[in-house]
DNA sequence: GGTATCATTGTGACCGGTCACATGTTTGTT
DNA sequence: AACAAACATGTGACCGGTCACAATGATACC
């Protein structure tokens, strides 16, 4: 059943038009004299017509319709990425299709299904480095990739600028007077937390302090993830006086751990996140975090997409947003 | 620029058959003899062809796409409806785009250019009773409305049994002994917290427990609100011993709130939610909650739309879904 | 053998827009 | 006054599928 009976004809035909007048109109492409503009919009409200998008579609080659394709959406990172890709397709006037893969093969399937049936302009991708699945990005598509920096260069990207949030992590905890500082970072088969890891040594190697193997940790960003890693710091001889965990579960995880053995925070240990998630304000004590700026990621990334979808060439371009400090109660002068 | 040039005829004359032979072999409506779909399958794989969805759209009516409009995507519980509601969409084959409105107007607007213009074929929206929005939902058009049941009962819907929930939450408080219990509540607009709130009341009533109206407060789902109605709660003469906090949020914002005034939590104050959100589990001390199984309600609610989408009729079906109490630290058996 | 039924395949029209091009009218320039 | 340029509008073809219906051949039944 046809929702809407009513075609760009029977709008032409009441206004005493052509049906091109009509479309002239709806899309403001060519000059239209003021009065028929006036009977074809009369013509328009009176019948309720609206163009049909799929028509268009078929017409034009193009659907206004992208595609995020998203390991998931029940974490607030993605969700806000997601969000702010939304409000800049929407914009444009274009929306935005949310996809979830958690694997290669699903991964592989979204695209084949979006990319090669036409139903989208372009794919916003996030987090496409767990495993393999980057590999199944399509050439000569439309792609833009959002909170990860690529690998090779090869497509265009916003993303957090992760050195320095590791740099200003890292310092944050040495201006208060660290020395003995432990880092938890992301799977390093992932850039961001290699540049993460990049900054924080570099910070590290300024202050003139040496870099400690066992104070260098790896978890999965998951809180579970950041409560072992601080068991695993508990066999060290030392303990570290804090912490950077390169986002806010493990520094959570970090925290319940130590919270756990009766460790206070922050007169005995500092502990720095990274993302802001909402999470963080309510933890006991509030984390100290690195806030991102996920909407304007993903607002900027799907603003690159639709030139991108419009344009066809254009270099390659690959943002660094900054992060923000927001000091809470997670962190501390050390005490001596 | 159009990425495939491969059309329905290009297939056709390769396999030597008919473009509607091969539209048969694709939608295997009809009977194709073996050996004809065996050579259009290969001339469909020597050239990469695939259908165009939006070909198929202007042909059929059907797009194969829903929407689903919801407040945020950064809340937890939407988030994860949206989710199961994918799932339910492309368990179908069905795609579903997630537009968020956090006002009736960007909500009216939204209907106009997803459902007049023939963008989807039905609507899944999430808490449409915050405000005057549900007045704007279209009719005779497929809608399916996720985690809220209808006002008044001209919608199909899938939700928890609101009622319930408040009755087993407050069931598990009296169960440990406690008499004074408080609640806060959601706004009472939206039916599930009236529902919430009924539950709560039917379980004091059984249990011979006077209702004080001191003690039942009224938030709007965040944890400030929670906060804040723990502080009006110390007010009156005489403290509750427990709280049921219509939702996670509010119950970790009076958890805080009892915090930081040095109440001890569950010695001296028990608390229970509603949701399992996954910062329940991290809060300190850990919430008793009761989880919903967003993803169910979500998955269903799409299976409704679905099949509302393809029959059009048939009577309108309203799932009540129920919930599961997860006991965790912050509630115990009342000390005298 | 004749006819009804079924399986298999093909044909023209159509879905509702837009594109390229053609046409007629007005305005501007020398 | 003559001609070019700009403006305003209309026409036929086309985008890539599917629908309704027709046509063919094979099988079944009487």
Known sequence: MNRSRVTIRDVASQAGVSRQTVSRVINQTDNVAEDTRARV??????????????AQSLATGMTGLFACIVPNLTDYTFASLVHGAELGARAAGAFLLSATADNDKMFSGLIDELVMSGRVDGLLVINPFVDERYSYLPADFPVVLAGARPRHGQWQSVALNDEDVGYQATKHLLALGHRQIATVTGP??????????????????????????????TGDWSAASGYACWQRFGRSRELPTAVFA?????????????????????????????????????????????RQDFHAIGQQAMQLLIAQAQNQHGQIVQKRLPAQLIVRESTAPIVF
């Open 188 to 217: 390093l088969t992932e850039d961001c937390a290699q540049d993460r890891r990049y900054g924080y040594q570099q910070a590290l190697q300024e202050a003139g302090i040496p870099l400690r193997a066992d104070w260098l940790l």
């Open 41 to 54: 919009e009369a013509a328009i409200a009176n019948l309720g017509y609206r163009p049909q998008v799929w």
């Open 246 to 290: 390169q986002n806010d579960q493990m520094a959570i995880g970090v925290l319940r751990a130590a919270y756990s053995q009766g460790i206070q925070i922050p007169q005995q240990l500092s502990i720095i996140g990274v993302d802001d998630i909402p999470m963080a304000a309510y933890a006991t004590p509030a984390l100290t975090t690195l």
